[in-house]
C-alpha cells in the first residue's frame, strides 16, 4: 500500500510508501511540526472521522498545515547523515532501534525529502 499524494491546484502528485509516509509524519514531529489534522473530504459519509492522515480515503490536509510540514521537515535535514547507511532487516530488534533520520539518509534520501518539502510549500493535498 502507498500514500498517493495529489494537490488539486497545481495538478503535481507526490507518492510515499506506507512506510516511508509513517517516518515521513514522524519525522516531522520530532522537528515541531504540530499535525492540524485532515479534513473530510467532500461527499464522504464518515461520522467517526478523526482527522488522521492514514485513512488514504481523499482526505485534506489543509495549506497551512502542509507548509508547518514543509519548514518542520526543512528543520530536520540539517540532521540527516550525508552518507548512505545501510539499513538492518525489518522487524528485528536493530531496526526498531534505528533513528529517524537514518531512514532518508545519503543523497537519495535527502532527494526525497527536498522535493517533498517543495511539493508541501505548493499548498493544500489530499491523501489517496
Not at 91 to 106: A, H, R, V, W
Amino acid at each position: 500500500m502507498g500514500y498517493d499524494l495529489s494537490n488539486q491546484k497545481t495538478k503535481e502528485d507526490f507518492r510515499w510508501t506506507e512506510f516511508f509516509w509513517v517516518k515521513v509524519l514522524k519525522l516531522a514531529e520530532k522537528n515541531g511540526w504540530r499535525a492540524k489534522g485532515t479534513t473530510i473530504p467532500k461527499d464522504y459519509d464518515r461520522p467517526d472521522w478523526d482527522g488522521n492522515y492514514y485513512y488514504n480515503s481523499g482526505e485534506i490536509v489543509e495549506a497551512e498545515d502542509a507548509l508547518n510540514l514543509a519548514e518542520a521537515l526543512t528543520k530536520s535535514l540539517a540532521t540527516l547523515p550525508k552518507e548512505d547507511i545501510p539499513l538492518p532487516k525489518p522487524n528485528t530488534k536493530e531496526y526498531d532501534q534505528i533513528p529517524l533520520e537514518q531512514f532518508f539518509s545519503g543523497s537519495n534520501g535527502r532527494k526525497s525529502l527536498e522535493d517533498f518539502i517543495a511539493f508541501c510549500r505548493k499548498g493544500s493535498f489530499e491523501i489517496g
